[in-house]
């Protein structure tokens, strides 16, 4: 019997998701950037992001057919690109389903059944990379406290005088 492939985290990944279409994706990235102040100390950010990447539409018109569903889809659209021209912004509304089945107790016992895998592997990277930032974030608090208590002994142990002109 074949094993399936192990899923293996990378810092930036793209999930199937069931939305609205098949170009529906959720797209997690894990982000480190490091940048240096004019003093020159380097501080790093890190980030977790999760992005829906799905097409604006009327969802609630999608079902309309012919003319009728055609227009109102036309005047939701005309609405919209009215509402980002004088608003700047526009909102809607969707949802996210990654995993799911249908019982039919009449026919199948389980019709079918989405995203499992896609699932388990979204939780694997979040987990991966929630337990990446936590260290990180351990590790730069104990060199940030190393070198307060540094910089408080040196200055206890400077004994200097100001010279004045």
């Not at 793209?14 to 098949?22: A, M, Q, R, V």
């Not at 799905?54 to 569903?69: E, H, P, Q």
């Not at 337990?131 to 974030?137: M, N, Q, S």
Request: aromatic share 14%; hydrophobic share 30%; proline share 1%.
């Amino acid at each position: 019997m074949k094993q399936k492939n192990e899923f293996v985290v990378r810092n930036k990944e793209f999930f199937e998701c069931d939305c609205f279409g098949k170009d529906d994706l959720i797209r997690a990235e894990y982000e480190i950037e490091d940048w240096t102040t004019k003093n020159g100390e380097t501080h790093t950010f890190r980030e977790l992001t999760i992005v829906f990447t799905t097409k604006l539409a009327d969802y609630n018109a999608t079902w309309r057919t012919g003319f009728s569903g055609w227009f109102k889809k036309k005047i939701w659209r005309i609405k919209k690109a009215f509402e980002i021209l004088f608003k700047g912004e526009v909102e809607t509304e969707g949802y996210f389903m990654p995993c799911r089945t249908w019982v039919d107790q009449d026919d199948n016992p389980i019709e079918g059944q989405f995203g499992y895998e896609t699932t388990k592997n979204l939780a694997k990277f979040l987990n991966t990379k929630a337990d990446e930032i936590k260290e990180a974030y351990e590790r730069d608090m104990k060199e940030y406290q190393e070198s307060q208590q540094k910089a408080k002994e040196n200055l206890n142990k400077s004994t200097g005088t100001i010279e004045t002109a």
